[in-house]
């Protein structure tokens, strides 16, 4: 059975430092998986997809890397913003379509 | 272009009441996808709809609940005989043809909180 964990659970930063969250997966036979962003008391936006046959993808201050081999990807953030605060979410993607999440990173970034 | 629209944004009901979620998916998109998001938890799979057809409810309660994707119109979730645990965010996604390698990113609504007194 597919397990995702995410960790840190919270990670609290000044603004203008990089950062790294991480997502782990217990079985590496996946079709893709992506990033989510959400913030209290709403849904869920989409961040970055990869699919099993990339290593990478990245939009603006956004890159996530996917190792399918060991069960890991991870998203960087580049020069962390205020309005970076939320809470980010990793799922992936198996036969079928479900997406399976992990719980979480809550991020606070200061300024 | 209209996001995936869901509504209510938040619900009350009373022990024992029935509960209507709506989700009307983005358009061009057949494929609705349910999630609850307990707290403390992360998001649930709960259901997976086309037009008229469940293709996967492996994720959805045996008893109480049940969900619908009519020909015209929104999907629904609906809860029977709603208890306190049934209290979450219930989240809809929706997305174009699935394809063989399930590479359509899903997209999100705000989602409804429902909340039992």
């Known amino acids: 059975k597919q397990e995702v964990t995410q960790i840190p659970a919270a990670l609290s930063v000044p603004e203008g430092e990089n950062l790294v969250l991480n997502c782990s997966f217990t079985?590496?036979?996946?079709?893709?998986l992506q990033w989510f962003r959400q913030d209290p008391g709403k849904g869920l936006t989409s961040l970055l997809l990869?699919?099993?046959?990339?290593r990478e993808q990245t939009s603006g201050r956004l890159n996530a890397s996917l190792d399918k081999s060991s069960g890991r990807s991870t998203l960087y953030i580049a020069a962390s913003q205020p309005g970076d605060s939320a809470t980010y979410l990793c799922?992936?993607?198996?036969?079928?379509?479900?997406?399976?999440f992990g719980k979480g990173t809550t991020l606070s970034v200061s300024s | 272009n209209a996001g995936v629209m869901q509504n209510p944004r938040h619900l009350v009901r009373r022990r024992g009441q029935e509960a209507r979620l709506r989700c009307s998916p983005m358009?061009?998109?057949?494929?609705v996808y349910w999630y609850r998001q307990l707290p403390e938890e992360g998001l649930k799979f709960m259901v997976y709809?086309?037009?008229?057809?469940?293709?996967?409810e492996s994720g959805m309660p045996k008893e109480r609940f049940s969900a619908e994707f009519p020909k015209e119109g929104p999907s629904i979730l609906r809860i029977q005989q709603v208890v306190r645990g049934d209290s979450a965010a219930y989240f809809c996604?929706?997305?174009?043809?699935?394809?063989?390698?399930?590479?359509?990113?899903?997209?999100f609504g705000d989602g409804t909180r429902l909340s039992i007194l």
């Open positions: 079985d590496s036979a996946i079709y893709n």
């Open positions: 799922a992936v993607r198996q036969a079928g379509t479900a997406l399976i």
């Open positions: 709809l086309q037009k008229e057809n469940i293709i996967d």
């Open positions: 358009k061009g998109h057949s494929h």
């Open positions: 996604a929706s997305s174009p043809l699935a394809g063989t390698g399930g590479d359509q990113p899903q997209h």
């Open positions: 990869i699919q099993s046959s990339q």
